[in-house]
């Protein structure tokens, strides 16, 4: 809690390749912190939603289908892929068009679901939550617990609970908040390898550009 404060006044693999679409007991939305991920390896690629002024936070990796131990990957499907119209409308929350892309090839088919249905639902999950506002506030780098900024999508959040959000590093780095959902998107609890909760008590977190 103490750290939370400062912060207001600052301002694993998959289980298996190929199994069948649908066959899955829950999601997991994975949030990138996109200062953090520019700083790592946005920047050096030269990643557009990396550029000054674009204002990116909290963007959507992706709406991951989970098992209670482990996840699919790479399943067989024969829903017809995304357009490219329909990868590109993504990017306002997924940062790019080419990110859409690869979720869908990674993980959207493993839904069972076709890409428009898939990426509706993706949205919906990240318009479901609040994005913590102070950590937006932010006008230089800090050390933080990674704790921390559980507790302030926690604060948030009062509909999640603990068990339901786990914060991963990268690094030495804030890397991702990962989110737990049944497929109707209410919130549940992260089971198995789902939970990557980050133990540093020094994790940088960059400010928004």
Request: glycine letters at 8%.
């Amino acid at each position: 809690m103490r750290w939370l404060v400062m912060l207001c006044a600052l301002a694993g693999a998959a289980l298996a390749d190929g199994e069948k679409p649908g066959d899955f007991d829950y999601y997991v939305m994975a949030l990138s912190w996109t200062p953090n991920f520019c700083a790592l390896e946005g920047d050096a690629k030269g990643y557009e939603q990396c550029d000054d002024g674009t204002g990116n936070g909290w963007v959507l990796h992706g709406l991951w289908p989970q098992y209670e131990d482990g996840w699919p990957a790479h399943c067989p499907s024969s829903a017809r892929n995304p357009s490219k119209q329909e990868t590109a409308q993504m990017a306002d929350i997924m940062g790019s068009s080419g990110l859409a892309w690869y979720q869908w090839k990674k993980h959207g088919r493993c839904s069972g679901l076709p890409s428009e249905e898939y990426f509706a639902l993706s949205r919906e999950a990240y318009e479901s939550v609040t994005r913590p506002e102070v950590l937006r506030k932010l006008d230089k780098t800090v050390a933080v617990p990674a704790s921390v900024i559980e507790e302030a999508w926690l604060q948030a959040n009062p509909k999640l609970k603990p068990d339901m959000v786990t914060v991963t590093c990268k690094d030495g780095r804030i890397a991702e908040t990962r989110i737990c959902f049944t497929k109707g998107l209410v919130p549940r609890y992260c089971g198995g390898r789902a939970v990557r909760d980050c133990t540093l008590s020094d994790a940088l977190l960059d400010p928004v550009r």
